[in-house]
């Protein structure tokens, strides 16, 4: 295995500990960052099928999916400029900024009283290599984000079960309106 490999299984190891360690998301979210940020202050080098853009759309490629179901790992690239629409994990999750940079902009999650109102925003965040966030916890995950740079922004994302098979929520930030998706896996060969 080469030095990357090597990284990568034991961070995958490590984060298997933290999970099957406690049940607590914000628990759970503070290790695998700290973890998570290790592992890009060591150095780990994705290989480069995985860090290739689409000009059509961001792209999730899978790293790791927990044979449980418990927990995955993904390379999420976004093409210079390209945006998401508002929406949210419905899981807890972990970002780090593998390449270029990403703006971040979050909207308090809707409550019972609040569904079907406009979102309100909750602040902006540019995050660059090296920087990891706790995107989402099952009570605050709702976002979009940005490409920024003249380079595609990939990022290395760990998230609370297979976020390719997790019903989610896209919102219409004007009206508060929802559509539920679920968004799948991309293949490197996609382009």
């Known amino acids: 295995m080469t030095d990357h490999a090597n990284l990568l299984r034991a961070f995958i190891d490590d984060v298997d500990l933290v999970v099957g360690g406690t049940d607590d998301e914000h628990e759970i979210t503070a290790r695998v960052a700290e973890r998570l940020s290790a592992l890009l202050a060591a150095g780990y080098r994705l290989p480069p099928e995985l860090t290739r853009a689409s000009p059509e759309r961001h792209?999730?490629?899978?790293?790791?999916?927990?044979?449980?179901?418990?927990?995955?790992?993904?390379?999420?690239?976004?093409?210079?400029?390209?945006?998401?629409?508002?929406?949210?994990?419905?899981?807890?999750?972990?970002?780090?900024?593998?390449?270029?940079?990403?703006?971040?902009?979050?909207?308090l999650k809707p409550t019972a009283t609040t569904e079907g109102a406009p979102l309100t925003p909750a602040g902006e965040t540019r995050w660059t290599p090296g920087q990891v966030t706790v995107c989402c916890t099952t009570d605050d995950d709702v976002h979009a984000v940005e490409a920024v740079g003249t380079v595609p922004t990939v990022g290395i994302h760990v998230y609370g079960g297979d976020i390719a098979t997790i019903r989610r929520r896209a919102y219409d930030p004007a009206t508060g309106e929802v559509h539920w998706f679920v968004s799948g896996w991309d293949s490197p060969a996609l382009r």
């Open 59 to 107: 792209l999730t490629y899978p790293l790791h999916i927990a044979a449980d179901g418990g927990w995955s790992l993904a390379s999420v690239v976004w093409d210079v400029g390209q945006r998401t629409g508002v929406h949210s994990h419905e899981t807890w999750g972990v970002a780090g900024i593998y390449a270029a940079a990403e703006h971040e902009f979050r909207y």
